[in-house]
């Protein structure tokens, strides 16, 4: 059963390659193309993420925002990062799937909606 498991898991990229070869004949874009636009975009995602992961936490730590719901989302799109890098045109397309779930909409400051004021301090600069 494990191997198996271990078969499927590493015939899926080579799968999603073929896939796209079969895409890239279809379509007259090169394959070359196509896996560097996924690949720029994986990496894009992945390293946006890594520098709105550290402003959501913080946001979450002080109550402004849902600690499950900032969590889930960021997974989402690390992952969706992740399967924008493997070679493939099903596997971007599963990526595209995870971004377009609509998991975090709504207000992310819940307190500013409510008391609407916004705190701050206010210097002049001479």
């Known amino acids: 059963?494990?191997?198996?498991?271990?078969?499927?898991?590493?015939s899926f990229p080579v799968l999603d390659l073929l896939a796209?070869?079969?895409f890239a004949r279809w379509?007259?874009?090169?394959?070359?193309i196509w896996l560097a636009?996924?690949?720029?975009?994986?990496?894009?995602?992945?390293r946006n993420e890594r520098v709105a992961f550290h402003a959501r936490t913080v946001a979450a730590m002080h109550g402004e925002a849902s600690i499950l719901r900032e969590l889930?989302?960021?997974g989402r799109k690390v992952l969706a990062g992740f399967l924008f890098l493997l070679p493939g045109v099903v596997?971007?397309?599963?990526?595209?799937g995870l971004l377009l779930l609509p998991i975090n909409t709504g207000l992310r400051t819940q307190?500013?909606?409510?008391?609407?004021?916004?705190?701050?301090?206010?210097?002049?600069?001479?």
Do not use: E, K, N
Not at 27 to 32: F, K, N, T
Not at 111 to 119: F, K, L
């Open 37 to 46: 636009v996924g690949l720029f975009a994986g990496l894009a995602l992945l």
């Open 1 to 10: 059963m494990r191997f198996l498991a271990a078969a499927i898991v590493l």
């Open 91 to 96: 596997s971007d397309l599963a990526a595209l």
């Open 72 to 74: 889930l989302d960021s």
């Open 111 to 126: 307190s500013v909606a409510r008391s609407g004021a916004i705190d701050g301090d206010y210097r002049r600069l001479d």
């Open 20 to 22: 796209t070869t079969r």
């Open 27 to 32: 379509s007259g874009l090169s394959v070359w």
